[in-house]
């Protein structure tokens, strides 16, 4: 039986972070997946600004080797198209801004861009081929696991392959569709906290941003849903949908009848796909949405990334916030291997950090989400952003290294935020 303090399923963004940086402390693990890399996975293929800065802490020679990646793209921000049609463009970089960054450094790195487009496929790729050098990290692909067993000191898996692993600590980092996150860790699919998601590929889409800004269009006949354009290398976008479960059963929608109308009918949309050609299939995924907040951990274990239903609820990223709470994940996986205390008492200090990291946020992003059932509020909050540097900074904050808790404190921010 395989012996181990730390045992990681899932090998995503969230997972290898997770690998990554408890190699970068010294401590081994082992790291556990289904799949045989690379493969696919269905995204929007956005590194926001909160990727680049995540990047950079795992190893400063990451974010160049993403620059100089052949399939990657640089991505300067975001446009969000509000239902009356007005543009608001948010950056993935922060300037003049009164909110902290987390980090020592600035948010801009000298000589890159703040943010990128890559396909999954390779950015997921290239954290496993970081992990493949790493030899504190014993990773295991292909290899499914099938069962949980918790025991006094720990935890035994097995694996499709029939053996066994004991470790002490387990991080579950497998995705949305996470039997533990279900059945070990009862949290469970709630159609007002999870969003059904389309994405295929095009080639030869017009209008594509030149600097590489990503595109979320909230339109009329589509909401409380969201159609995007993300450009990628070589000529391609990856397009999508978005709509809440709870919406799409209540109303009865067929999302991918409804993403082919609007791209069809749509005055804007219609123009720009006239002479665009669709690049494989249209393949569907789950959003499992940080709306609502839950318990990450437990007595052995630690939630991350999907598998912690930690994606953003108004713009569907997920990757940043796999990435923040694998690396504080590890963290505290090396305070239970530094005191050897592993309950759930102690790793509850998993979830404070994750909370006080992403909570902020994730409010701002749910109350965003709601707006959408009010098209003439959000319009409103488009309109104003616009005008307003201080309301502009906040929507920045979501794609950006930024430490929202000392501005909301502040009743001058609020003063800025509402008369500016």
């Not at 990657?72 to 902290?100: R, V």
């Not at 123009?271 to 609502?292: C, D, M, T, V, W």
């Not at 239970?336 to 006080?356: N, P």
Request: charged content about 20%; overall charge positive.
């Amino acid at each position: 039986m395989k012996q181990t303090h730390v045992c990681i399923i899932g090998a995503g963004p969230g997972g290898s972070t997770a690998a990554l940086q408890l190699a970068k402390a010294g401590i081994s693990c082992t790291l556990l997946d289904k799949a045989v890399f690379p493969r696919d996975k269905i995204c929007g293929d956005a590194l926001s600004g909160k990727v680049v800065s995540e990047l950079r802490r795992i190893q400063e020679d990451f974010l160049p080797a993403i620059h100089t990646h052949t399939e990657s793209l640089p991505s300067q921000g975001i446009h969000f198209i509000a239902p009356n049609e007005k543009w608001l463009s948010i950056s993935f970089k922060s300037s003049g801004s009164s909110f902290t960054s987390s980090t020592t450094n600035s948010v801009e790195y000298s000589g890159f861009s703040p943010g990128y487009l890559m396909r999954r496929m390779d950015f997921d790729n290239f954290l496993i081929e970081q992990v493949k050098k790493n030899p504190l990290i014993d990773f295991r692909e292909g290899v499914e696991v099938t069962d949980y067993q918790k025991t006094e000191t720990g935890w035994i898996i097995t694996a499709s392959n029939q053996q066994s692993i004991e470790t002490k600590l387990l991080i579950v980092a497998n995705g949305a569709q996470s039997n533990f996150t279900r059945h070990i860790a009862g949290i469970t699919t709630e159609p007002k906290h999870f969003c059904a998601g389309l994405r295929t590929y095009y080639e030869g889409v017009a209008g594509l941003d030149p600097n590489g800004f990503i595109e979320l269009h909230f339109l009329k006949p589509f909401l409380p849903g969201y159609f995007w354009i993300f450009p990628l290398a070589n000529g391609y976008a990856n397009v999508g949908v978005g709509m809440l479960s709870d919406t799409i059963s209540k109303q009865k929608i067929n999302l991918k009848k409804s993403m082919q109308e609007l791209i069809q009918t749509h005055p804007a949309l219609q123009k720009r796909f006239a002479n665009a050609k669709l690049q494989g299939e249209i393949k569907g995924y789950g959003l499992p949405l940080g709306s609502k907040r839950r318990k990450l951990s437990g007595d052995g274990y630690m939630l991350v990334g999907d598998a912690a239903h930690l994606i953003d609820p108004f713009t569907g990223e997920g990757i940043s916030n796999a990435m923040i709470s694998g690396r504080w994940a590890a963290d505290q996986a090396v305070k239970c291997i530094q005191k050897q205390v592993y309950s759930g008492d102690f790793l509850a200090g998993y979830d404070q950090a994750v909370y006080r990291r992403l909570g902020n946020e994730l409010r701002i992003s749910t109350r965003m989400q709601r707006l959408l059932a009010y098209p003439s509020l959000f319009n409103m909050v488009v309109n104003r952003a616009n005008r307003n540097p201080a309301l502009k900074q906040l929507l920045s904050s979501m794609f950006n290294d930024i430490d929202l808790r000392s501005s909301l404190r502040s009743p001058t921010f609020y003063a800025r935020l509402l008369f500016q």
